[in-house]
């Protein structure tokens, strides 16, 4: 890889810790690595773990990417961007609206324009699978997101410039996903299922940013790009992590969807199978499809072909959930 620095917005969530750990290990060799976050506490923290004197080319950037002059200073001689920071929770959407169409709309153009007139020369933004076919206002941003991202693509007399976009559903574990709840509820018991016949893709934040990570390395721009993972059954998870437990069926809530929907069918005719992943391409996308098919095996995905976690091949079973509960969250857990 032939960058030699990257900054991650929103790099003091979960997501940002994680690749920072990869970015900072001996595989690469980033000669600047800028967290930038409006989070002085998270930074101040992260700088507790990654004192200057060892690793001299971390740099911490207050700021919001509602500011865009903000956001020129940070990007100075920076050469890629991971683009993680948003608003997420999905019920202050609802009821905080605009506060999320600064941040996850607005953000995302200041974030463009200040990555092109800094000559930022790759960007990957992450997405959500609730911007296919969304439903609620969360996901509309993010899909209003992703299409600025891609459209950047688009803007003449820039050389040297490319945006693509990973959509994937909940990271396991992460921040108000449902595994951590059903951890805390077991004591208890009782675990509240939303809807029985509920699925999830199961994604790990290691598997996360390794993906992210190929996709900055290999990426063309202009893609989405969706990563091939397992799905799980809501009652395999409860069997997994209480078997005795009673079940209270409390009904799904506003905005949610019984299955995780990442590529719908009407994505399918743009939608290319790269064998470990799916590309989601442009309208009129012949170069990048002449890209992926030069170098490894590229086919079409079939009419109304759809991917979502019901109708996946591929479901986890209960020790399987077990294993993976083990590995990425708790090594004790029984």
Known sequence: MDYKSILITGGTGSFGRALLDKLLSDEYNFNRVVIFSRDELKQFEMQGLYPHDKYPQLRFFLGDVRDQE???TALKGIDVVVHAAALKQV???EYN????????????????SACIANRVKKVVALSTDKAAAPINLYGATKLCSDKLFIASNNITGVSDYSASVVRYGNVLGSRGSVVPFFLGQRKTGRLSVTHPEMTRFSLSLSKSVEFVLGIMKDSYGGEIFIPKIPSYRILDLVKAISPKAKIDIIGIRAGEKLHEEMITKSDALNTIDLTNKYAILPNNSGRIYDFYA????????????CYNSGENEDFLDVEQIRQEIKLHLDPDFE
């Open 70 to 72: 903000r956001l020129n």
């Open 91 to 93: 019920v202050a959407a």
């Open 294 to 305: 030069e170098s490894r095996s590229v086919a079409n995905v079939p009419p109304g072909f």
């Open 97 to 112: 609206p605009y506060e999320f169409i600064k941040t996850n709309i607005l953000g995302a153009q200041n974030l463009i």
